[in-house]
């Protein structure tokens, strides 16, 4: 059974760091894409950052540019979101999503990360 499963979120102080892991199980299909979205209160889902298959990152919310970075593990069983001099505008839940095609894409539940002082 395929399952995408976030960790790390958590209250931080604007300023802070944190690191977003999601760990991947049953998947049997090449993974093209891994994907860290977010979706703040109120607001529409937005995606933040996306790793190839062949270790391509792109990072596509500008206000993230610069603070955060995806990577993952060698194995290619985890994806990471680092996240660096956080605000309260990246307040939200987190959330990784696996492209297998463009019709097969699998998400997690979420994380929830909180800026705040």
């Known amino acids: 059974q395929v399952q995408l499963v976030e960790s790390g979120g958590g209250l931080v102080q604007p300023g802070g760091s944190l690191m977003l892991s999601c760990a991947a199980s049953g998947f049997t299909s090449t993974v093209f894409l891994m994907r860290w979205y977010r979706q703040a209160p109120g607001k529409e889902r937005e995606l933040v950052a996306t790793?190839?298959?062949?270790?391509?990152?792109?990072i596509s919310a500008d206000s993230v540019k610069g603070r955060f970075t995806i990577s993952r593990d060698n194995a290619k069983t985890t994806v990471y979101l680092q996240m660096n001099s956080l605000t309260p505008e990246d307040t939200g839940m987190y959330y990784c999503n696996f492209v297998l095609s463009s019709s097969t894409n699998y998400w997690g539940k979420g994380t929830l990360v909180t800026v705040s002082s």
């Open positions: 790793l190839s298959r062949f270790g391509l990152s792109t």
